[in-house]
C-alpha cells in the first residue's frame, strides 16, 4: 500500500494548484488524511486534513478560506484545492494517513515526530511566482 501524489507545478500568486493523494491498493475510508508542506529553510507545517470516514475537515490559519481538502466518493483520492496562491505556499506538499487521528493531529498541529505516521507520499513540488 502507497500513497501517489500528483498535480504540483509553478504558479502565479493568485492563481490556482490542485493536488491530488492517490491511495494505491487500500480505500481510505478508515484513514485519516492530511497534507503537509515544507518549504527550503522552515520546519514542516500542517496544512490540511480529511477524515475518510466521515469527511469532517480541518485547516492551517494561513491556508484558510483559499485550500480546499475533499475525498472522492470512492475513496481512494484525496485533494487539495489552492486558489489565491501566495508566494508563501511555495514548498514541498506531501499527503500522510494515518488510522489513528490522535496520531495525525499531533503530528499536523503539536510537533509530533512525523515518522510515527502509517504512509506518507512521495511529495509534489509547487512554486508560486510574484
Known amino acids: 500500500v502507497q500513497l501517489v501524489e500528483s498535480g504540483g507545478g509553478v504558479a502565479q500568486a493568485g492563481g490556482s494548484l490542485t493536488l491530488s493523494c492517490a491511495a494505491n491498493g487500500f480505500f481510505f475510508d478508515v484513514y485519516h488524511i492530511a497534507w503537509f508542506r515544507q518549504a527550503p529553510g522552515k520546519e514542516r507545517e500542517g496544512v490540511s486534513c480529511?477524515?475518510?470516514?466521515?469527511?469532517?475537515?480541518m485547516y492551517a490559519d494561513s491556508v484558510k478560506g483559499r485550500f480546499t481538502i475533499f475525498i472522492d466518493k470512492a475513496k481512494t483520492t484525496v485533494y487539495l484545492q489552492m486558489n489565491s496562491l501566495k508566494p508563501e505556499d511555495t514548498a514541498a506538499y506531501y499527503c500522510?494517513?494515518?488510522?489513528?487521528?490522535?496520531?495525525?493531529?499531533?503530528?499536523?498541529?503539536?510537533?509530533?515526530?512525523?515518522?510515527?505516521?502509517?504512509?506518507w507520499g512521495q511529495g509534489t513540488l509547487v512554486t508560486v511566482s510574484s
Open positions: 500522510a494517513a494515518d488510522r489513528d487521528p490522535v496520531e495525525l493531529m499531533a503530528t499536523m498541529w503539536d510537533g509530533a515526530d512525523a515518522r510515527y505516521l502509517e504512509l
Open positions: 480529511i477524515s475518510g470516514g466521515d469527511g469532517k475537515t
